[in-house]
């Protein structure tokens, strides 16, 4: 069965877009997330219009471009699992270019913004890699735009979870406007499998039931976390990479558990 919150990447398109998620396609306010593929020599651009844009190299290198600045050659890793991400920071009303020097995938993440803060560089030193959880909880967290830097109301992060581990466990959710206890964040979960085959699972679901939907994502696939509690299980010998891109009116990450599994820890 084909569900409305699990979206399937595809064949290039005349944008090179791989995967598009607008507003408008998934019900919601704030995030806008696309994937681009480039070839060596390949070129592509764009303008934030409106919003504040967090660009990431999920693999490959290219020279960037953007709001009046030229950030040279960036990246240094060919695929998702093998190093730190390079990314770099727009604010509203900024064009962008990419041009490829080797083959790219490069995701464009955005949320409404008004300008406040200058565009800028984030390098692999600035987000580093945390272990969070233990035994088969454990998962290696990358922070490119955490809430303790400079955004307006972005947030971006990559998660690393090791064959037979969980991630985003113990389930939690943020869809409350209820500061400081929770915050009201839209998510999506870009997911890429190490083998490029198999398959993550994934659930989303709210305590009362109207919402509880479990998914088989395969590389490549988006997952839209509009409510509720969001788990996510990676089969043994699969390893799974996601970037995360949350937004919402409050840029501050407060989260509730499923008090089912609370007693466990983070």
């Known amino acids: 069965m084909s569900s409305e919150l699990r ?3 595809h064949a ?3 944008a090179k877009r791989t995967v598009k998620i607008t507003p408008q396609s998934a019900g919601w306010k704030f995030i806008d997330f696309e994937v681009r593929r480039l070839e ?3 070129s592509t651009e764009g303008n934030t219009e409106g919003t504040e844009a967090c660009l990431v190299l999920v693999s490959g290198k290219a020279r960037i471009a953007g709001a009046g600045q030229d950030f040279g050659l960036m990246g240094e890793r060919m695929n998702p699992f093998d190093g730190l991400p390079w990314s770099v920071y727009l604010p509203p009303r900024s064009t962008w270019t990419i041009e490829a020097e080797t083959p790219v995938e490069v995701a464009i993440c955005r949320s409404p913004a008004t300008g406040k803060f200058p565009a800028r560089a984030i390098l692999p030193d600035e987000v580093g890699e945390v272990a969070r959880g233990e035994g088969t909880n454990q998962r290696f967290i990358r922070n490119i735009l955490p809430d303790n830097a400079p955004g307006e109301t972005l947030l971006v992060v990559e998660v690393i979870t090791p064959g037979g581990h969980w991630s985003s466990y113990p389930p939690h959710k943020h869809d409350t406007d209820d500061f400081p206890n929770e915050t009201y964040l839209e998510e999506t979960y870009y997911h890429r499998l190490k083998r490029g085959s198999g398959f993550a699972l994934q659930r989303v679901y709210t305590k009362d039931g109207s919402l509880d939907e479990t998914m088989a994502v395969s590389d490549g696939d988006v997952v839209l976390v509009p409510r509720g509690y969001h788990p996510v299980g990676a089969p043994h010998g699969f390893d799974l990479y996601y970037l ?9 990450w407060k989260f509730s558990m499923d008090p089912d599994q609370a007693h466990l820890p983070y």
Do not use: Q
Not at 244 to 252: I, K, L, Q, T, W
């Open 7 to 9: 979206v399937h990447s």
């Open 40 to 42: 060596p020599g390949e």
């Open 244 to 252: 995360n891109v949350m937004a919402g009116p409050r840029r501050v």
């Open 12 to 14: 290039r398109d005349e």
